[in-house]
């Protein structure tokens, strides 16, 4: 795969906010034209980071879709560079996750992260910052919200709430298992809300999160154990 490079990812604090403030504005909000007749495949990306060495963990795992079958894996150990700071989790994640994603064979038709897409404070999370780099649809498939606030959730798998931040839907509150908390789907780049939600649901297989992530995220957990246990 190749990977667009717009900045330099060694920045300040203050050079993060102009480059997100930047590319906030390239990124496209809407879906294209007969996208959903090319959706055969789905990669989904997460990574895992270990305190005590300062090691993380990328994955990605490329499957069919909406079969679901793994065509292909492909993992990395990096030092993270970037502090930890909330709101610019792409500037310390993104190296790694992109150097695995320019080692696929086969490039995605959309991508899923365990992270946000434009529900974020400046409307660029990893999913919208990377779903750039890779110039592909991307979607933001987070855990717990990061801003904004959303109304009742119906318990039935299916059912889902705008996330609203600021007067406006940055996302949604998405319940992918009966009785079981929700995921909060945001766009990330190249791609509606609606079909970003209609997506994340497709690949939930009987578990909270939709199954790319959910094996991407094993994958990292398990490498972040092997690593732990040698240190």
């Known amino acids: 795969m190749k990977v667009r490079q717009f900045h330099r990812w060694d920045a300040t604090y203050h050079e993060a906010v102009a480059i997100q403030k930047r590319l906030q504005d390239m990124l496209v909000l809407r879906d294209e034209p007969a996208s959903s007749e090319r959706m055969h495949t789905v990669a989904g990306a997460d990574i895992s980071f270990a305190r005590e060495s300062g090691m993380q963990f990328a994955a990605v795992i490329l499957f069919s879709y909406p079969n679901l079958d793994i065509l292909e894996e492909v993992s990395v150990a990096d030092r993270a560079d970037f502090p930890y700071i909330p709101g610019f ?42 779903g750039l780099c890779l110039d592909l649809p991307s979607i933001g498939c987070a855990k717990t919200i990061l801003v904004g606030s959303h109304g009742k959730i119906g318990d039935e798998r299916g059912c889902r709430a705008d996330l609203l931040w600021k007067d406006r839907v940055v996302g949604a509150a998405l319940r992918t298992r009966t009785a079981v908390k929700p995921v909060f789907v945001s766009q990330g780049h190249r791609i509606s809300l609606e079909r970003a939600v209609d997506l994340v649901l497709s690949c939930c297989k009987g578990y909270r999160l939709p199954e790319p992530v959910r094996r991407a995220h094993l994958t990292v957990n398990e490498m972040r154990k092997a690593h732990t246990e040698t240190v």
């Open 89 to 130: 989790l792409s500037f310390r994640e993104g190296p790694a996750l992109l150097k695995v994603f320019s080692r696929l064979r086969q490039v995605p038709d959309f991508v899923i992260f365990d992270g946000q897409g434009i529900a974020h404070p400046r409307g660029i999370g990893l999913a919208s910052h990377l």
